[in-house]
């Protein structure tokens, strides 16, 4: 399975409304997660199972979709929130595959 | 708290093995709701998931590297390993250890990685 993420590269400001995509080549029923990753440090799960926010992440962070096609939304982006995000499918059928990444930035 | 650390050269040689291991803390490795994952990033670039591997041995690779892959399991010392063969400068990266639990289906633990870098 492939997954592709859209866009690369995001340029928004604090309290801004964001939203990234990620398309799979077949479906992956709700089995995804996303992680946010800062430069230098490893990737930490923020959504699993596609809409499910992992404990102590803040609620500004949501997920949404299924079959083939997934979002990550940030509601009123904050400082903290610039970062690199990547999808990872699960299918016991395939390998695991992460998206290419979207980086938001200022 | 889990806590998973990579340990392994920083340097290798082009054509020879990259090892590594990875050592898991606050967590029996013979857990039966997680497998045990390796997952690398060149320089600059995304995540490539390399393999993962279960308490009882099960694994499963990447197909792209499956050919160079071979992941081992240490229940006693609660570690778990890579190897991956006859590396070229593309092999260099930051390899991570992560935890993958089955109820989320997601790496909710991650090691710090670790450079490998591939050169003569």
């Known amino acids: 399975i492939q997954m592709t993420q859209s866009p690369s590269t995001l340029s928004a400001s604090v309290g801004d409304r964001v939203t990234i995509t990620c398309r799979a080549s077949q479906t992956t029923s709700s089995w995804l997660a996303w992680y946010q990753q800062k430069p230098g440090k490893a990737p930490k799960v923020l959504i699993y199972m596609a809409s499910t926010l992992k404990s102590g992440v803040p609620s500004r962070f949501s997920g949404s979709g299924s079959g083939t096609e997934f979002t990550l939304t940030i509601t009123s982006l904050q400082p903290d929130d610039f970062a690199t995000y990547y999808c990872q499918n699960y299918n016991s059928y395939f390998p695991w595959t992460f998206g290419q990444g979207t980086k938001v930035e200022i | 708290q889990v806590q998973l650390q990579e340990a392994g050269p920083g340097l290798v040689k082009p054509s020879e093995t990259l090892s590594l291991t990875c050592t898991v803390s606050g967590d029996s490795i013979s857990s039966t709701t997680h497998y045990w994952s390796w997952i690398r990033q060149p320089p600059g670039k995304g995540l490539e998931w390399i393999a993962y591997?279960?308490?009882?041995?099960?694994?499963n690779y990447n197909p792209s590297l499956k050919s160079r892959v071979t992941i081992s399991i240490d229940t006693p010392t609660n570690h778990f390993s890579l190897r991956l063969s006859s590396v070229t400068a593309v092999d260099t990266a930051v390899y991570y250890c992560?935890?993958?639990?089955?109820?989320?289906?997601?790496?909710?633990?991650w090691g710090q990685g670790t450079l490998v870098t591939v050169s003569s």
């Open positions: 992560a935890r993958w639990e089955v109820s989320s289906l997601s790496h909710d633990y």
């Open positions: 591997i279960y308490y009882t041995g099960d694994a």
